[in-house]
T-cell receptor, first 117, second 112 residues
């Protein structure tokens, strides 16, 4: 099993550019997440999805958008890149038994390091 | 607002030492506490703790939860250089997919 696959692994953007971080999982997990990790700051939730067609904002959603058209894919879109979005981004997934049940154990992708100059 | 605090934030020890990492939490409707190990890439799952006083063990790693005092510890005995990593703990409020609150992590460095 590939688990959670993120692309690209590294990217440098200029201020104002747009890009999409791709995330796909092959575990048939219903929950998917995007986190960002800044040095010494732990993981902050950007957006999450409890199933295809359902997305919601996390703690730090500003400047990002997501979609979930299939169970497998959960891309993260940056529309107008800003230096504050320089970070390492992690996609994750988990299986939970119902829409209002907890996150349970997350499986993470390898991360995408984004630099905005 | 839910809060998870880890200490120390960084720790340097020599190979063979035993280390204890701390995680205190204030999580509404607490359901479980999770520990992850993060080497150079993705965090990988270590333990999920839901009950007080029951130790979970995997090789040289063990963890226990105290739901009265709202903390957990992660112990690593006979440390090896491969244990060098950031150790993350997270509290789960069970309130939905956004119910996890992560601490800042403890950066553990094992010197040969």
């Amino acid at each position: 099993n590939a688990g959670v696959t993120q692309t690209p692994k590294f990217r440098i953007l200029k201020i104002g550019q747009s890009m999409t971080l791709q995330c796909t999982q092959d575990m048939n997990h219903n929950y998917m997440y995007w986190y960002r990790q800044d040095p010494g700051m732990g993981l902050k939730l950007i957006y999450y999805s409890v199933g295809a067609g359902i997305t919601d904002k996390g703690e730090v959603p500003n400047g990002y958008n997501v979609s979930r058209s299939t169970t497998e894919d959960f891309p993260l879109r940056l529309e107008l890149a800003a230096p504050s979005q320089t970070s390492v981004y992690f996609c994750a997934s988990s299986y939970s038994v119902g829409l209002n049940s907890g996150a349970n154990v997350l499986t993470f992708g390898a991360g995408s390091r984004l630099t905005v100059l | 607002e839910d809060k998870v605090v880890q200490s120390p934030l960084s720790l340097v020890v020599h190979e063979g030492d035993t280390v204890t990492l701390n995680c205190s939490y204030e999580v509404t409707n607490f359901r479980s506490l999770l520990w992850y190990k993060q080497e150079k890439k993705a965090p990988t799952f270590l333990f999920m703790l839901t009950s007080s006083g029951i130790e979970k063990k995997s090789g040289r790693l063990s963890s226990i939860l105290d739901k009265k005092e709202l903390f957990s510890i992660l112990n690593i005995t006979a440390t090896q250089t491969g244990d060098s990593a950031i150790y993350l703990c997270a509290g789960d409020s069970g309130g939905g997919a956004d119910g996890l609150t992560f601490g800042k992590g403890t950066h553990l460095i094992i010197q040969p």
